[in-house]
């Protein structure tokens, strides 16, 4: 079992649910992002800059980061985490490399 955080941007969030549910099945830990998706709710510039700190402690926890780079899109909040999880030295895969993770 390896403990994989998620990572990509919102617009592929449709994917890394699906991915998240694979990575599960196969008997992995799987963390994944926190969007603001109710309407409803107000989320301050504070609680989004807490839901980034959460992002990059589950990135610390993990052995590998997933990068959801559909059509090979990789955006700004992806690629700080990427390189942090490199100074980590975390595994980094990648959506387009279509690798099944054990």
């Known amino acids: 079992m ?6 990509g941007s ?3 969030q449709t994917e ?3 991915e998240s549910q694979k990575l599960a099945l196969q008997g ?6 926190v969007y603001p998706i109710l309407d409803n709710i107000v989320i301050t510039k ?11 402690k589950k990135i610390e926890l993990s052995d590998v980061i997933y990068v959801i780079n559909k059509d090979n899109y990789i955006g700004e909040s992806t690629k700080l985490e990427i390189e942090y999880a490199k100074f980590l030295n975390k595994e980094i895969i990648y959506y387009t490399d279509l690798v099944d993770i054990k």
């Open 28 to 33: 992995n830990c799987i963390f994944t992002p």
């Open 10 to 12: 919102l617009k592929f």
């Open 46 to 56: 504070e609680q989004l800059q807490l839901l980034k700190e959460e992002h990059f």
């Open 2 to 7: 390896k403990i994989i955080t998620i990572c």
């Open 16 to 18: 890394m649910m699906i």
